[in-house]
């Protein structure tokens, strides 16, 4: 699982394709001079070699050792060391998708309960460190957001303002067959901004909104690229790579894939060292993510270059239910800006907004600090009911 700071993996795959050609002109063909104008017929040649070779893409959902049996192997192998009583389900929605559901401690009906929604490219598994104790005293839901995990991955708009809906209703329908009046909703990074614009749609839904390292919050500042000057080569590779998906490259590595997030990624083996002592939590990462890229795809058309949001959510955030209360958790040692907390305390000065930072955690509070991180959410639930 790699943060969606930089959405372009440097590789792609066959699932583009089908928008192949009109990307290339749009990036390409336009006023260029110098050696930004050598990288970019450099990088249009490549496409044309690229596009030439399509038929060389339709074998490589083969070539990458996965199945949905896979992931539900790799997924039960990161809940086996959990001991509290939990339920398992699909939830079917209305249009015909499922939604792949956790429900732990079911009989604590009686409090409000706590609704985690995870990141991008994650599911239900990467919360395995913190399940145990944020049901010890109410019911927790956790399910894999439409698009990820073993939800279903069906089509999603090109548009971002209908994809990011189509998530949100996708919540929404899950809350009713779910038969659930109010929540306390949780969610990190992805599933932060879909926490908010939920809770912009359905407030009445919503009794405290949990944002933990959210993504897609401040706005692209116009200044950026001055601010922090991005190559020519970056520009032009970003150029070439903009038909394809963030993590494309996992699924053309085929049966490398899982090599290549244990090398990129070998901290991921550490945060739930004390869980398991091997491949798993790798393993499971490796199989959410090179199933068919449905949700991927949704999030990259949500996005604008280098990782931005194209609707930040800062430009919402005044027209929110005032009434709702938001908690802003931030990893103190993240690489993202914790700014965000401070700007939604300044759009909402009538409304309750907390920010807590967490010594010691980074990006995935939830698995750096998980005892303080738990601890924390427990006590926001605690101030609920």
């Known amino acids: ?35 930004e104008r050598g990288c970019h017929v450099q990088g249009l040649y490549i496409l044309c070699c690229c596009y030439r070779l399509g038929w060389l893409f339709s074998w490589l959902p ?4 996965t199945s949905l049996l896979h992931l539900k192997e790799a997924e039960d192998k990161m809940l086996k060391c959990i001991t509290s009583t939990y339920n398992k389900r699909y939830v079917y929605l209305a ?25 991008f490219g994650g599911g239900v598994g990467m919360w395995a460190l913190n399940f145990e104790e944020l049901c010890e005293n109410r019911t927790v839901h956790a399910f894999d957001l439409l698009g990820f995990g ?15 809906n189509q998530f949100v209703e996708s919540i929404e329908e899950w809350r009713k067959e779910m038969g659930l009046e109010k929540m306390i909703l949780l969610g990190h990074n992805l599933g932060g901004f879909l926490a908010a614009a939920y809770s912009l749609k359905y407030p009445s839904r919503v009794k405290h909104l949990i944002l933990v390292e959210p993504w897609g919050f401040p706005e692209r500042p116009d200044n950026a690229e001055h601010e922090r000057p991005i190559p020519i080569w970056i520009k032009a590779l970003g150029a070439i790579l903009s038909p394809f998906n963030p993590l494309a490259g996992l699924r053309i590595a085929g049966p490398f894939g899982l090599s290549l997030v244990q090398r990129l990624r070998p901290d991921f083996k550490r945060k739930y060292a004390s869980m398991f002592d091997d491949n798993t939590v790798t393993e499971y990462i490796y199989h959410c993510n090179v199933q068919s890229p449905s949700g991927e795809t949704a999030f990259k058309n949500m996005t604008i270059p280098y990782g931005w949001a194209k609707r930040p959510m800062l430009q919402r955030i005044p027209q929110m239910d005032q009434d709702i209360p938001i908690t802003v958790v931030y990893g103190a040692r993240s690489c993202i800006d914790g700014n965000s907390g401070s700007t939604i305390q300044s759009l909402r000065p009538k409304s309750y907004v907390k920010t807590i930072a967490i010594l010691g955690a980074g990006h995935y509070v939830y698995a750096d600090q998980p005892e303080d991180f738990n601890q924390k959410v427990k006590d926001i639930c605690d101030s609920v009911d």
């Open 62 to 65: 083969a070539w990458c050792p």
């Open 150 to 164: 073993r939800s279903s991955r069906p089509h999603f708009d090109t548009d971002a303002r209908e994809a990011e």
């Open 95 to 119: 249009n015909g998708n499922k939604i792949w559901t956790l429900t732990f401690s079911p009989d604590l009906s009686r409090k409000t309960p706590l609704v985690l929604l995870h990141g």
């Open 1 to 35: 699982m790699f943060p969606p700071m930089a959405p372009c993996c440097p590789v792609g795959h066959a699932e583009d394709m089908g928008s192949f050609k009109k990307s290339s002109e749009r990036n390409f063909f336009k006023p260029l001079h110098g050696a």
